[in-house]
């Protein structure tokens, strides 16, 4: 990528790129107020370089037209205990991340079906093994949180591993539902945009894009799809890769994505999953926008 002083409209992901993280209003210096180590030049593994011109991908019109939303969800924890939520009730016990996790997609799904009734939603999980579905496409919001719960009894510890592949979801999405076609885009508004909102809940395992991959390339360069992060994690210490993992998640995403993180702070886990309620063609990029 070109000196910050010489700005570019390419996103460079070959191994002199800086981090996406660093282009976002959520940005890592102000997670970790360290705004030198936020633009710390932090790679995935692509084999290539690839330039992405964001400023090439044609402009849809601010039109809230119908969502297909699919949470990926990370149904694991991290080693040993994972991350916990203090209760305020006496002698209560924590409630488990994934039940924090579970609520607060609840509360999202319930909301967007309240401002737009046509709202579709799946649900998937990933782990370091592959991609699952748990749900197709749907509406019907009883159905979509009678199966949060299930999710809970499937999660399991982190694995020792090295990386955590995220590429399958690209593909899996894609095939799930054909997109628009790329007829005067920037007149015309699409029947549909495809949301893929990615959970991640590692602290310790950094996540992995082959950003040389087809579907990711035609998923993050579509004017039809959007990319959100959101990030649950542990308090950031010495012997975790928090910070790396937050700059990596932000390396895959496009300028229209918003990114956030949160640790142990269940208001903040319901208050971030609530600035997701925007219409993707509809809210500013998140660095304009002071939360």
């Known amino acids: 990528m070109t000196s910050q002083n010489n700005k570019s409209s390419f996103i460079d992901f070959s191994d002199d790129s800086n981090s996406r993280s660093s282009l976002q209003g959520c940005s890592s210096q102000d997670m970790f107020g360290d705004e030198t180590s936020s633009r710390d030049e932090v790679q995935l593994p692509t084999g290539a370089a690839i330039k992405v011109n964001f400023k090439s991908i044609p402009i849809v019109p601010n039109v809230a037209v119908k969502e297909k939303i699919i949470f990926c969800i990370d149904n694991s924890h991290d080693k040993g ?37 046509e709202t579709e939603f799946a ?29 809970e009894n499937e999660e399991k510890e982190a694995e020792c591993s090295t990386e ?5 979801i690209f593909s899996n999405v894609l095939n799930l539902t054909t997109l628009p076609e790329l007829f005067k885009v920037r007149i ?16 310790y395992i950094e996540p992995k894009i082959n950003v040389t991959d087809a579907s990711y390339i035609k998923f993050i360069t579509s004017p039809f799809c ?3 992060v959101f990030y649950l994690h542990e308090r950031q210490t010495d012997f975790n890769n928090v910070e790396l993992i937050f700059k990596s998640l ?4 496009s300028p229209s994505s918003y990114i956030f993180e949160s640790s142990r702070n269940v ?12 219409h993707p063609y509809q809210r500013v990029n998140q660095p304009l926008w002071e939360f």
């Open 81 to 117: 205990i994972g991350y916990l939520f203090g209760s305020t009730e006496t002698n209560s016990s924590e409630p488990p991340p994934c039940a924090v996790r579970n609520a607060a997609i609840n509360v999202f799904i319930t909301n967007k079906l309240a401002i737009a009734r």
């Open 123 to 151: 649900i998937a999980s990933v782990a370091q093994g592959g991609f699952k579905w748990h749900s197709q496409l749907t509406s019907d919001v009883k159905a979509l949180v009678n199966l949060l719960p299930k999710l």
């Open 164 to 168: 955590f592949d995220l590429t399958p």
């Open 188 to 203: 015309v508004p699409p029947n549909f945009v495809v949301r893929v909102v990615l959970v991640y809940s590692n602290s």
């Open 226 to 228: 959007v990319l959100d």
């Open 250 to 253: 932000g390396k895959i995403v």
């Open 267 to 278: 208001t903040k886990i319901f208050n971030n999953m609530a600035k997701l309620l925007a």
